[in-house]
C-alpha cells in the first residue's frame, strides 16, 4: 500500500509539473483558440456578446490536475478501457465546464459589475470548477482511493 501511495504520489507530481510548464508557456494562450469554436455555439446560444477571459483562463488549467491524476492511477494500463473513457469523458466535462463557467461569470458581471455581490456569486463557481478534476477523477475511478490509502 504504502509503495503504491508513494509511486502514485512520484507520477503525480512529475506529471503536473511537467504539463504545468507546457500549460504556463504557451498552451494557456492557446486554448481558448483550441475552444473557441464550441464555445462560441454555447455563447450564442446563451447571449454571451464577450468571452471574459480576464475572469477564467486561469481556471481553465483544471485540465492540468485532471490528466496527472489519470496519469497517475495505479492499474492504469490493466483498465486502459475505463482511462479512454475518463480521458475523454474528463476533458469533455472539463471544457463544458468551462464553457458554462465562462456564460456565467459574463452574465454576473452583466448585472452586478465587479461588485461585492458579483464576487460572492463568482466564488463558488470557480470553487466547483477548481474540483472538478478531483470528482470526474473518483467518479470515474471510484476504488483508487481504498487502493492507495487501504481503506
Same mark, same amino acid.
Given at each position: 500500500?504504502?509503495?503504491?501511495?508513494?509511486?502514485?504520489?512520484?507520477?503525480?507530481?512529475?506529471?503536473?509539473?511537467?504539463? !504545468?510548464?507546457?500549460?504556463?508557456? @504557451?498552451?494557456?494562450?492557446?486554448?481558448?483558440?483550441?475552444?473557441?469554436?464550441?464555445?462560441?455555439?454555447?455563447?450564442?446560444?446563451? @447571449?454571451?456578446?464577450?468571452?471574459?477571459?480576464?475572469?477564467?483562463?486561469?481556471?481553465?488549467?483544471?485540465?492540468?490536475?485532471?490528466? !496527472?491524476?489519470?496519469?497517475?492511477?495505479? !492499474?492504469?494500463?490493466?483498465?486502459?478501457?475505463?482511462?479512454?473513457?475518463?480521458?475523454? !469523458? @474528463?476533458?469533455?466535462?472539463?471544457?463544458?465546464?468551462?464553457?458554462?463557467?465562462?456564460?456565467?461569470?459574463?452574465?454576473?458581471?452583466?448585472?452586478?459589475?465587479?461588485?461585492?455581490?458579483?464576487?460572492?456569486?463568482?466564488?463558488?463557481?470557480?470553487?466547483?470548477?477548481?474540483?472538478?478534476?478531483?470528482?470526474?477523477?473518483?467518479?470515474?475511478?471510484?476504488?483508487?482511493?481504498?487502493?492507495?490509502? @487501504?481503506?
Amino acid at each position: 500500500m504504502k509503495r503504491n501511495l508513494w509511486l502514485f504520489l512520484l507520477k503525480l507530481a512529475v506529471t503536473t509539473l511537467t504539463l !504545468g510548464y507546457f500549460w504556463t508557456t @504557451g498552451w494557456k494562450m492557446a486554448y481558448p483558440t483550441w475552444i473557441d469554436p464550441i464555445a462560441q455555439l454555447f455563447f450564442r446560444m446563451f @447571449g454571451v456578446t464577450q468571452w471574459p477571459l480576464t475572469l477564467t483562463a486561469d481556471h481553465h488549467a483544471s485540465l492540468i490536475p485532471f490528466i !496527472g491524476l489519470l496519469v497517475a492511477t495505479p !492499474g492504469l494500463i490493466t483498465r486502459w478501457k475505463r482511462a479512454l473513457v475518463a480521458l475523454v !469523458g @474528463g476533458v469533455a466535462a472539463i471544457v463544458l465546464m468551462h464553457i458554462v463557467m465562462s456564460i456565467a461569470i459574463f452574465h454576473i458581471v452583466d448585472a452586478f459589475e465587479m461588485s461585492q455581490n458579483a464576487y460572492r456569486l463568482l466564488l463558488p463557481i470557480y470553487l466547483v470548477n477548481d474540483a472538478m478534476p478531483l470528482i470526474l477523477w473518483l467518479a470515474f475511478f471510484p476504488s483508487v482511493l481504498s487502493e492507495l490509502f @487501504g481503506f
